[in-house]
């Protein structure tokens, strides 16, 4: 099954930064799938990165706060913009299992603003 | 969008005891997963139930779905300490998690 690497692991921000999440899978992939996990809460999908078009975003999460890319089919980057302390949370890339059923997640990136 | 609703939210056991999860949705689901995530880790894939009616089992992992496809359900029979962690059920297709349940057990 697709195999993904995502990075940072972790960052401490400064309120008011940005930081950039990227997530490298080792197949080829139609959709990719972003998700914030709030501390103690479950995933909440934040958008679908899809090769060659605009990211689908989900209610409650804009483009402007969150920018998608997608420059080919095994890598995703988002952005999470002007960053405030309520957006401390992990975020997660996720992508189809490679024999259809279910979804393999990276290893997550554990954002802390300060 | 259609949501699905997970309880217990918290389950704490004895090591050998059972536990069950449920996952409800007031509409009917096409299909439903279940994932596994250890505490500090990622969402794991268990398994997708597709079928009304369908049991599915993963050694001591049973998962079910109801007969109206309206909800589901895993059981662990007598729990080991590898068992830790928040079990999430979700619908696919664009995979929307419900609450999860936290499993923790005394040794």
């Known amino acids: 099954s697709a195999v993904i690497s995502q990075k940072p692991s972790r960052d401490i921000c400064q309120r008011g930064t940005s930081l950039t999440i990227q997530c490298q899978v080792d197949s080829q992939v139609t959709m990719m799938f972003w998700y914030r996990q709030q501390p103690g809460q479950s995933l909440t999908l934040i958008a679908t990165a899809n090769q060659g078009s605009e990211a689908t975003y989900e209610s409650g999460f804009v483009i402007d706060k969150f920018p998608i890319s997608r ?29 259809g059923y279910g979804y393999t997640f990276g290893s997550g990136t554990r954002l802390t603003v300060v | 969008g259609q949501q699905v609703m997970q309880i217990p939210q918290y389950q704490h056991v004895q090591e050998g005891e059972d536990f069950t999860t449920y996952c409800n949705s007031s509409t009917t689901l096409s299909n439903i997963q279940w994932y596994k995530q250890r ?21 001591r992992l049973t998962f ?44």
């Open chain 1, 71 to 99: 420059p080919n089919l095994t890598f995703s980057t988002l952005t999470v913009s002007n960053m405030s302390p309520e957006d401390s949370s992990i975020y997660l890339c996720s992508v189809p299992l490679t024999y």
């Open chain 2, 64 to 107: 079910q779905f109801g007969e109206a496809k309206k909800n589901s359900s895993l059981h662990i029979t007598a729990t080991q300490t590898t068992d830790v962690g928040t079990y999430f059920c979700g619908r696919a297709q664009k995979l929307v998690f419900g609450q999860g349940t936290r499993l923790t057990i005394n040794p």
């Open chain 2, 39 to 59: 505490p500090g880790g990622h969402p794991v894939f268990l398994i997708q139930l597709v079928k009304s009616g369908e049991v599915k089992k993963q050694k």
